[in-house]
């Protein structure tokens, strides 16, 4: 196909398939023996291949030729979703695991996800609970501790402690930048975790002076609504 420009009235002329993969192999900085030899063809072949010898190549020829290259089909046939070459696929996906390391490493962007307990105040503490040291009384908010036997709306009957060792592998209730939550606290290598107990949430990770620890869960009961 050829286009016309607005401004000019020279043409530019489209660049074929063909002329896409010489161009890659000549950015690659490889030899062609060794770009056959990831391809699995012979150096005669993708020799014939580039200089159009071969006018209609088999398509499997194609493809591994530009596996081998670190390219996809996609760009070489300059289809619309497929415009970025290798290198700039590698720097998009050194960009992305930037990002996301980021946001991991930040308590403040992952604790972000809305509270999923609130203090409940008009709530006495049952006496079997009390007996066992809770003191305090949190409102749990959705499903993200479903698989804890946790649901929306059930009453948090909890101990207070700040000693994160003891209330490690526990159901806790915390705040993290503000918001308060209720989750499984686990620590691993020097680094704190704050699980979900539902599959469709991620682990939060905290620094340890981001972390409020209010107290571990030492059971809970239906709302007071139910």
């Known amino acids: 196909m050829v286009t016309f420009s607005s401004d000019s009235p020279q ?9 896409r993969l010489r161009a890659a192999v ?4 490889r030899t062609q023996n060794a770009i056959a030899v990831s391809a699995g063809v012979t150096p005669e072949t993708l020799s014939r291949v580039l200089s159009g010898i071969h006018v209609h190549p088999a398509f499997d020829t194609v493809v591994r030729i530009t596996h081998a290259l670190g390219e996809n089909v996609g760009t070489l046939l300059d289809e619309p979703a497929f415009l970025l070459d290798a290198e700039q696929r590698a ?3 050194r960009v992305l695991g930037y990002l ?3 946001v991991r490493l ?3 962007i992952d604790a972000l996800s809305s509270a999923n307990a609130v203090a409940q105040r008009a709530a006495d503490v049952p006496r079997s609970y009390y007996l066992r040291g809770a003191r305090l009384v949190f409102q749990a908010i959705g499903d993200s501790m479903i698989e804890a036997g946790i649901v929306d709306g059930d009453l948090l009957f909890v101990i207070p402690t700040r000693d ?3 209330a490690a592998k526990h159901v806790v209730v915390c705040r993290v930048a503000g918001i308060t939550l ?5 620590l691993h290598a020097g680094r ?3 699980l979900s107990r539902n599959e469709r949430y991620t682990a939060i990770y905290v620094d340890e002076d981001d972390l409020h620890l209010i107290g571990t869960v030492a059971g809970r009961l239906g709302s007071i609504d139910s």
């Open 91 to 93: 720097e998009l996906r």
């Open 182 to 186: 209720a989750k499984e606290l686990e």
């Open 100 to 102: 996301a390391a980021a």
């Open 106 to 108: 930040s308590p403040a």
């Open 11 to 19: 043409c530019v002329r489209s660049v074929n398939w063909r002329e």
């Open 192 to 194: 704190i975790r704050l």
């Open 26 to 29: 000549d950015a690659s900085g």
């Open 164 to 166: 994160l060792r003891e």
